[in-house]
């Protein structure tokens, strides 16, 4: 049995790699270029100019209504804004540092300004949304309109 013959030129790291500045410098183009083209997308200069961070947040359904809950720890009812058209929810608002005292180790709670957004499946009745802060837990209960509610329709014989 004759196995085939395998031509061994060295290791990738041996040879160098394929691509050096020419190629890197074309890839770091070409994200310049998406970066701007994304920019001039938007509605506004920079997306990070205008949200900073997204809060967590869980949309479930039942059959009269959606209920959005979104977890905004030490919140104020005055900081946030709920909005809500036919067929989006919009939550937004700002979390202003608060002052310590000493050195700052290490952060991982967000600050500034945030957005959440989300889509509604369905016509909504938007004047009946109701909004509660509890625990650091805003919940959002937006009912559905009537055309929206499953039918059983009955067969007439």
């Not at 049995?1 to 790699?17: C, Y």
């Not at 809950?69 to 202003?96: A, F, Q, W, Y």
């Not at 300004?113 to 509660?132: H, I, S």
Request: glycine share 6%; with cysteine.
């Amino acid at each position: 049995m004759t196995l085939p013959i395998r031509h061994r030129h060295g290791s990738l790291m041996e040879r160098g790699f394929p691509w050096h500045e020419p190629m890197t410098a074309d890839f770091e183009d070409l994200f310049e270029r998406m970066n701007r083209f994304l920019q001039s997308a938007s509605l506004t200069p920079s997306l990070t100019e205008t949200m900073n961070w997204a809060p967590l947040a869980d949309m479930h359904e039942t059959d009269d209504a959606y209920t959005v809950e979104c977890e905004l720890p030490g919140m104020k009812r005055e900081d946030i804004d709920v909005e809500i058209t036919e067929r989006e929810l919009c939550i937004s608002g700002e979390l202003k540092e608060r002052e310590r005292e000493g050195v700052l180790r290490r952060r991982g709670r967000p600050t500034g300004r945030f957005e959440y957004r989300a889509l509604l499946p369905t016509d909504v009745k938007a004047e009946d949304v109701q909004a509660t802060l509890s625990d650091g837990v805003l919940t959002v209960t937006i009912p559905k309109a009537k055309a929206a509610k499953p039918r059983h329709i009955e067969i007439q014989g």
